[in-house]
DNA sequence: TATGAATGAGTCTTCATTCAT
DNA sequence: CATGAATGAAGACTCATTCAT
């Protein structure tokens, strides 16, 4: 019951240092350098994540999650509207989560489709209702679905890396934001 | 007939062959596939772009001086705004260029500022042009500058990677054209 | 009830598997996959055979031993000669069995004579009496001893292998039987 | 043109050392050892044999190849049972093809039929004609075919590999000889 | 100049073995 | 004693780059 523990708390290390490596790297890094910064060794790596592949997948789903969790916390504001477009605004500000949708979908290598599945309908059934419920209250346009939502969160989590400056982010928010109004 | 017509003649295939290769397999497809498809040996590959940097190099400079080259054409249109809402437009609905500015600029691996350099400016300038007359003819909202524009055409191109139908992606694009506008 | 039974019978489970293992997959086969068939940890197994060659070392053993015993009750039959043709036939016919001897004598990796030590006297000498009787018989010709008769065993067990169907497995036996009559 | 024979040497070069490696140190010997004998880096080896498994492979059709022109010599010769029997003769007798016969059909790991087929047909016919005119003229067995022969071939390189001192090799030959005569 | 064979550093992955629980 | 997670050395294979022809 106790080795389980420690084991966990591999699997952690371990996908944070790859969410980490991924993310200051790219996709290509060696897998050594996961294993570097997790402090463990490479074995360990492959005990949990069998293919490079998977722990890449392992990545990008945590990353939807968080992205999905956010989405659904959101859903629960009092005012939709405002929350969606904080989504938005999260995207193209964090520079943490940043590229962490669009990389995510985007990845090179990996089948997208079928590594995200499992969070996939997650992600998008929160996303859903919060572009529902903003739509509902009248913030956002109602011509557009969740699809379209996410192909636009894709774009400007992706824009955010040409954005320099925070009046630029500002700028270039804006011009989503806008778009987005009824 | 003169040698150097060979030459540049080997030039043009491999880089339109790397272009395909790169766009299809991605920025980490073999040199060999590039030599293969575009009918040299490998040899005649590093003679004109001695390093597989130099090569990528080359081919984003090229799809970007493309973009470039439409907004230049662009901006003698009579009607700059509407000539603005058709770069998104291209962009977003183009397969072939479809990724090209994003993946160009976003491309992991390469120093982009440095490489991009070269062509930066003249893109940046075509960009430009047409963006103040857009703006001029009250076509396009005042508060964005070329900075912002690029990262929107970024953003547009990645977006468009999501995109599956063609309703739908009208339905994007609208987000973006509204967003511009004044 | 003893501590020591349990250790006892897992150390026989953890051979059977072994025994299976090597023979389906072959000598490289991961150790953990005798682990797995003997339904213990990968631990265990190391703990009852400290090497994988170790491990590989008593299979062989207990292969040769059980060619040894049957010799033995052979070598008390009351028509030696023809227990000393069924020595081969089960050799070619026993698909278990089969390459047991020839794969136990010629497993690279191991250093063979080492390993098999303790047990090759003990086989050698119910061989050498069961063919001293079958010879005495008049049933084996007398112009060969203990370790002719070895090397033709484990050409016929290994001839077993490229035997395909039952009368092609006759008609190849027959000529090691009759090269054996006087 | 003449890049072409620097490359072929190398292939035999190659081929050569891998016949030696594997003999050797027994199929599991890795690949650099045999770049080190043939004196090439290992990214020719993999040029010329993609695979380890192809490799193998190559090394063994060349065995059996050689097995075969054996074969098909003999069939010339004017005693044909003589002949016949000094195949057996030497491939319990030659050190360097000895296991040749059987490690090219027995060895684990790669799927031998298919490795093989090429050569296959070669041998068999070369063996089927060599045995037929064998039993014609007397010398040999009338009731094998073939398959045994190959089965019996392969039990001989075998049963070689057990084989001792050169005494002992006469008296194991023997036994083979006599079993198949008529 | 073009060619493509050669090179070897770098990557992913496996597996025997150890050791904390 | 048993367990199975951790370890890292070793092996197969790839690919950018060089260079003899």
Redesign the pocket.
Known sequence: M???A??V??RTKVLAAADEVFAELGT?????EVARRA??????V???F????GLLAAVFQERLRQVGSEAAAMATSEDPAEAFHELFTKLIGNSRTKQALGEALTAAGIDVDDAIAPVRDEVRGAIAILLAKAQEAGGVRGDIGVDEAIALLIGASQASAAVIDISMRARTLNVFLDGLRP
Chains 1, 2, 3, 4 share one sequence.
Do not use: L, M, Y
Not at 39 to 44: E, F, L, P, R
Not at 50 to 53: A, I
């Open positions: 106790s080795p389980r420690d084991a708390r591999n290509d890094a060696p897998t050594d402090g463990v060794g490479i074995g360990t492959f005990r949990h069998p293919t490079k592949e």
